[in-house]
């Protein structure tokens, strides 16, 4: 059936069908959910497991192998990534992302529970959840008060701020960042506890016993039923500091007979810093699925509700990601704007025709609108990648209207009616655009089922792109026709061809009679394109480096560093940096904040990470963040005592692992002196842990089983003494809103004095036993952090690539002598995006094979012939020339946006060949013209709709080659890759592929005169 003459004899269905698509594509943009990228559920589940005041070996051997060995046999398991600190191990379980995140969720929890019991008694239970790229913190605010203290005001963020937020919808956590917590301190005296032969231990004890309430049952009191609660517990410090407490020999003290008890603070082992000033910060992640923008809107307005109630405090916007997706929105909303008015530019200049520019340019909204639909139906968000795919088709979703508006235009030039001139206009090449729309969906489509991490980003890429192509394709065939019927009008005087022809003509006639010079010149133009990538010239990355709003830089200490010390290094770097003039603020997080490596374990306090806000990138003047960094790094050179990182620095990262930690620790070394022999790289940063120094309480086995003294009640004694109890095990002191923990220990300056440490009494089964009898205290050294990869110590290693190819760095890394001769026991694993961009290349490599076979396919189940599309695939490698010679020309890399850009230069390029190879069959089959004169036919016919389409295509995409609109970094790459190939690919396709169909025809003629020969024979 004719879909385009029933639409022309039928005109209202039609009219309805897409008024309704309109109207509801509409609404559906207005509701769509605005977000920076797509949400992605990766198979990624970590296991915190904490015992404070645990040494790393200790909790290695005790905890992280355990967990290990209990997760090393889970069904799917890619990789475990372990990393063990003071009193934290955290093993993070890599899974193939074919398995379902819940399913590893589940699997990862059954595990451990499975473990439970061979872990330490005082272990809290480990904490298992799934890691989510997508709830990275969108929002960053800062407050500060005259009034209230830092105490208090952490509270107003945890209660008030908290509460309130959490109402917002779409707000999925709220997480404080420095701030104290309140505590009630009990600070035991040592000359008295040593005078009554107590311990810190037994005392903590007694506190926990007398500070409890407890359920008692219930009773029937009159009428009613009544719970019964036993209450012993001290309402305040002061009364709490009253508790009397029975000694083991009658006497009984009071507790502040014995130590000092007063409501303070915990230790602070975080601080938050607004522009060198002290504050207290909280960051914002959204719930899954919740618009970025519209999470963003609630929370501000909450934040003024707050203020409006509470004028005392100052509430300041430290950082935001609202920022960027902001700008993508509007940005790529404008690009498709500008795209599809330079687009029916181009119409209107080749048409000269008001009615028919008028009629190609109705394809666009018809076709985008109608997207937004399906979008929403299927659980698409407005976002960079679905954005970006709809900027880099908008050229195309014109190109069916422009090939049918253009074919009709030629009909009515012949004197036909316009009804008449409609229908067989559309019915003529009605196969070749259907052909040239299924060509691009079969390229695009594939790249919805790419592998890896970057198929999960861009599977809306593809179905979006495949949708609006789609409709572009519907609005061609039912709505184009019929709109051309009704409103077109026969042209006053004959339509001439353009001034051009003639000498294209002439030069087809030349290429047709000159097949091997022709296609020898094809060749060698190829060749000379191809040079620069082959001499190096062309780099190639993973992923080129954003133009943003932010950076942020990482400072690390040695191990041992206190928070005061990290604080001052922080403020060193923030003086270093906040005068440069595009640093508009800087935010520092120190021993916290939430937007740490998900796989780096727990933060230390000798860690701080800064944020840097800059001025919006249209005040820089031509300064990208990349000359900024390189700016902010020479002024970071001065900065002594840390290591410190941009984050946004490109870099190799390889691991080196082995069981033998000692075998591994020395080779690592020599890995690291050979790598900072390496000329022109940047920084290299290895993970090998330094040592710290440690107290060691080494009991004595002999002596301690004479006095009855067990190892637990040394380590017990010396643990409450130094750190306090247990956090399961603190005594809580009940408040109208909430619990505030007790911790009896000894005073800071007495827990450092290893003398009064010897001190300590510890219970034995025969009275109290002083700590230095049963063990002996001497200062050691140990790791400060160890890291596992798969269950082996590992060390990884990031070197910088200092402007060069990762390729070329993974190469130069690789020949290292000490790579080369690996002892026996250790290996070498590439980590990170060197990692990703294997896979990507193999993902990639796999998404065009299927794009050609794909295109092959629907050419023989269109054309019923095997050999002549192969002609049509011709047009692949006549476009790779002219995107490489774009790539040069413009200095850009070879990255994952410009191979992105090739898979889209396939479908597109094939259109043209599609246009020239389907009228010449058509021209020798069905009229029984001779070859060439149907080659020249198709020519001439096919030559003005090829260019028109060509160009509206390049003018769609022109603004975002340039780099108008938002952050160019990530779409300029795919368009300029497009636009180059779609040139040279044009003007060869003009020229070369009528002279492959030629080729192609003689050879399916030869085989069919040989096997008749041979069939005679």
Known sequence: MNVSAWSIRHPVPALLLFATLTVVGLWAFLQARVQNFPDVDLPLVTVEARLPGTAPAQMETEVARKLENAMATLQGLRHLHTVVQDGVATVSAEFHLEKSPQEALDDVRAAVARVRSDLPAALRDPVVRRIEFKNDPILAYTVASSRLDEEALSWFVDDRITRRLLAVPGVGAVTRVGGLDRQVRVELDPDRLLAWGLSAAEVSRRVVQAQREAPAGRVLLGSGEQAVRTVVAAPSAEALAALEIPLPGGPVLRLDQLATVHDGHAERRSAALLDGRPVVGFEIRRSTGASDLDVAAGVRQALAELQALHPELEISEAWNAIDPVVENFEGSLSLLLEGALLAVLVVGIFLRDARATFISAVALPLSILPTFLVMEWMGFTLNLVTLLSLSLVVGILVDDAIVEVENIMRHLAQGKSPLEAAREAADEIGMAVIATTFTLIAVFLPTAFMKGLAGRYFVQFGWTASIAVFFSLVVARLLTPMMAAYLLRRPARPQAEPFWMPAYLKAARWAFTHKGATLAATAAFGVACALPLLAGAIRGDFMPPEDGHQIRIGVELPPGATLAQTQAVAEAVRAAVATHPHVRQVHAAIGGGSRDDPLGGAAESRTATLTLSLVPRRERRGTSQQQIEQALRARLQD??????????????????????????????????????????????????????????????????????????????????????????????????????????????????????????????????????????????????????????????????????PMGEVQQRVAALPGLQQLPPGLSKLDVGEAETSNELGRSFLLAMGTGVACIYMVLVLL????????????????????????????????????????????????????????????????????????????????????????????????????????DPSFRAPMAIVVIGGLLTSTVLSLLVIPVLYEVVDDAVARCRRGRRQEAAA
Not at 787 to 804: A, I, P
């Open 863 to 966: 054309f019923g012939a095997w050999a002549q599309p192969l002609t049509i695939l011709g047009a692949l490698l006549l476009s790779v020339p002219g995107a490489l010679l774009a790539l040069y020309l413009t200095g850009t890399h070879l990255s994952m946006p410009a191979m992105i850009g090739m898979i889209m230069l396939m479908g597109i390029a094939t259109k043209n060949s599609i246009l020239l190879v389907e009228y010449a069959i058509v021209a020798q089959r069905d009229r029984g013209l001779p070859r060439l004169d149907a080659l020249l036919d198709a020519c001439r016919k096919r030559a003005r709709p090829i260019v028109m389409t060509t160009l509206a295509m390049g003018a769609g995409m022109l603004p975002i080659a340039l780099g108008f609109g938002a």
């Open 639 to 804: 900065v002594p005592g840390a290591r410190i990182t941009l984050a946004a620095s490109e870099a190799y990262t390889f691991a080196l692992s082995g069981e033998d930690a000692e075998l591994l620790a020395q080779h690592a070394a020599r890995i690291e002196q050979e790598l900072r022999r390496l000329p022109g790289i940047g920084q290299v940063a290895s993970s090998a842990s330094l040592q710290r120094p440690e107290l060691v309480v080494r009991a004595d086995a002999a002596r301690a089983a004479d006095r009855g003294v067990s190892v637990e009640a040394i380590a017990e004694t010396v643990r409450v003494a130094t750190l306090g109890d247990h956090e399961q095990f603190l005594p809580q002191l009940s408040l109208s809103q909430r619990q505030v923990p007790i911790v009896v220990r000894l005073p800071e300056a007495a827990a450092r004095d290893p003398d009064l440490l010897g001190q300590l009494p510890v219970p034995g089964e025969r009275g109290p036993v002083p700590l230095r009898e049963v063990a002996t205290l001497e200062v050691a050294s140990g790791p400060a952090r160890i890291q596992r990869l798969d269950r082996l110590r590992t060390v990884s290693f990031s070197v910088e690539l200092d402007g060069r």
